[in-house]
């Protein structure tokens, strides 16, 4: 059974950067495109960008200027640097793989990070 | 590609059947459409994929249909475990959006 594990800080101020990471367990790292995706307090799904093994990337262009994405495939993870926060940045950041060609199957279970000064 | 998802809230009772409409500004190919369940608290679930093919475990109560731009999800009778937010979503071409999401309401 495939579980996504998260964690990072959850509370940050106006201008700092956002740090995740979410770790695979029970599949193969290799083979599939990982995703993190945010949703603020109340709203719904955005799509901040996904990175595969090899480190090959994409990322949405409303948050390409501020987003990078990393793997470290000896430990099965994979991780989200997001700069320059707002309070606008304020949501739940989950971590979730890609399967065939479109769909998320598996999901993390969420962190919470709010900006606040 | 911006997916815009009718009604915004469907209230509903048990047993009922539940209708939900999912529209692509474009075209989208059947095989990049899905859609999710999302309950207060939890991370989306994967219920249908390739617009019509339902998920591991999900109950064959949930429906896909659609093409093109039109796509739509079916629960033939609600269960009380259904009542959540539902979304649908594209991956024909980057980035992957989602729709804003229908509520379905006790």
């Known amino acids: 059974q495939v579980q996504l594990h998260q964690w990072g800080a959850g509370l940050l101020k106006p201008s700092e950067t956002l740090s995740l990471t979410c770790a695979v367990y029970?599949?193969?790292?290799?083979?599939?495109?990982w995703s993190w995706i945010r949703q603020p307090p109340g709203l719904g799904l955005e799509w901040i960008g996904e990175?595969?093994?090899?480190?090959?990337?994409n990322y949405n262009p409303s948050l390409k200027s501020r987003v990078t994405l990393s793997v470290d495939i000896s430990k099965n993870q994979f991780s989200l640097k997001l700069t320059s926060l707002t309070a606008a940045d304020t949501a739940v950041y989950f971590c979730?793989?890609?399967?065939?060609?479109?769909?998320?199957?598996?999901w993390g279970r969420g962190t919470l990070v709010t900006v606040s000064s | 590609i911006v997916l815009t998802q009718s009604p915004d809230t469907l209230s509903l009772s048990p047993g009922e059947r539940a209708a939900l409409s999912c529209r692509a500004s474009q075209s989208v190919s059947s095989t990049y459409l899905a859609w999710y369940q999302q309950k207060p608290g939890q991370a989306p679930r994967l219920l249908i994929y390739?617009?019509?093919n339902r998920a591991n475990g999900i109950p064959d109560r949930f429906s896909g249909t659609g093409s093109g731009t039109d796509f739509n999800l079916t629960i033939s009778r609600l269960d009380p475990e259904d009542f959540a937010v539902y979304y649908c979503?594209?991956?024909?071409?980057?980035?992957?959006?989602f729709g804003g999401g229908t509520k379905v309401e006790i």
């Open positions: 979730a793989r890609l399967v065939g060609v479109a769909n998320f199957d598996y």
């Open positions: 390739g617009a019509s």
């Open positions: 029970g599949e193969s790292f290799s083979g599939y495109y």
């Open positions: 979503q594209q991956y024909v071409s980057s980035p992957v959006t």
């Open positions: 990175i595969n093994h090899s480190g090959n990337t």
